[in-house]
């Protein structure tokens, strides 16, 4: 499979061929075809990657259903990775991408794809990465949406140019938001459910109050609280207008080139950790090798390199 394979049709590839690649890539991540795609995929980046995150219930699946809509309407196309629940009989994603996310399944423009968090704790699947960098080759957008497991759902940081957290009216999510470890995460907050009407805007308000007790944001970029609903559309215009600006945001001064490679050096650290847990990651140390990646530098050939040294060493 090659990355011109999937982009046959010139508007966003072929889905079939996408859908076979991703499944190799599931079946044999480190795979000599399967690594050359992704090399050849993180070269060529196109789209602008939307985490979706926030508590079960909360309404991330018909939130992704609406930005989808809007913008394919708008000519962009558009692929989604959506992070189940796991069968604890098969492993498999749970609830599957028919399920949460209601598309047009025979739109060749928008691409759906639901992976099985299994074991991992941080709201996304073991290959959400490798995934999202096939995807990114080849659509306008690509949406990622997390398992919603509450707390420590935070690694979605690391796949995504821009996140939304999600907040529900009613449900304590706002003081939830001022914790830490979840005030750090998004660039974006939605509070859902707009058409509750007075209990929307309380929660809206409740987050906007939290906000104001620190520092909060991304560096130069203001963390912004935003009213939506996606039942009804109302505030949706706002949302998109909101990430919109992140993203051209990340596109002045060289902001994107950096944020994606301190994601990269990231997950370079995770994968290494995951394969040779802290004592393989001290012995590169001891090695003189580290896991800094030069400008530009990808992060699936230096984990190559990285492994083949640790796995010579031994």
Excluded: N, Y
């Excluded at 394919?72 to 629940?85: E, F, L, N, Q």
């Excluded at 941080?122 to 690509?142: E, H, K, P, S």
């Excluded at 039942?231 to 990430?243: E, N, P, Q, V």
Aim: glycine fraction near 12%; charge should be positive; include cysteine.
């Amino acid at each position: 499979m090659t990355l011109s394979a999937l982009r046959q049709d010139g508007k966003g590839g072929g889905k079939r061929a996408l859908a076979e690649a991703l499944a190799a890539l599931e079946r044999d991540p480190d795979g000599k075809a399967q690594q050359a795609l992704l090399d050849a995929a993180w070269r060529q980046p196109r789209a602008h990657v939307v985490g979706i995150t926030g508590p079960p219930g909360v309404g991330k699946s018909s939130l992704c259903a609406a930005l989808v809509a809007a913008w394919r309407g708008d000519g962009k196309t558009v692929g989604v990775i959506a992070v189940d629940p796991s069968s604890k009989a098969s492993g498999g994603a749970l609830l599957g991408d028919r399920v949460r996310i209601v598309h047009d399944s025979a739109d060749e423009g928008s691409f759906v794809r639901s992976m099985a968090a299994r074991d991992r704790l941080g709201g996304l699947a073991d290959q959400t990465l490798a995934a999202m960098v096939l995807m990114r080759a080849q659509f306008d957008r690509v949406l990622i949406e997390t398992v919603g497991v509450g707390q420590s759902e935070t690694d979605v940081v690391g796949v995504a140019d821009t996140v939304v957290f999600c907040v529900q009216p009613g449900s304590g999510d706002s003081l939830q938001f001022m914790k830490a470890g979840i005030v750090e995460i998004p660039h974006l907050i939605a509070v859902t459910k707009a058409d509750l009407g007075a209990a929307a805007e309380r929660a809206r308000a409740d987050v906007a109050g939290a906000l104001s007790l620190g520092a909060a944001g991304k560096g130069d970029w203001p963390l912004k609280a935003l009213a939506m609903s996606s039942r009804s559309g109302a505030g949706m215009d706002a949302l998109l207008a909101a990430i919109e600006a992140h993203r051209q945001h990340l596109a002045a001064d060289g902001r994107l080139a950096v944020a994606r490679h301190r994601q990269s050096e990231g997950w370079l650290v995770e994968a290494l950790r995951e394969r040779f847990g802290q004592r393989g990651l001290a012995r590169l140390a001891r090695l003189g090798l580290d896991t800094a990646l030069p400008a530009g530098g990808q992060p699936f050939e230096r984990l190559r390199v990285l492994t083949s040294a640790l796995e010579t060493s031994r």
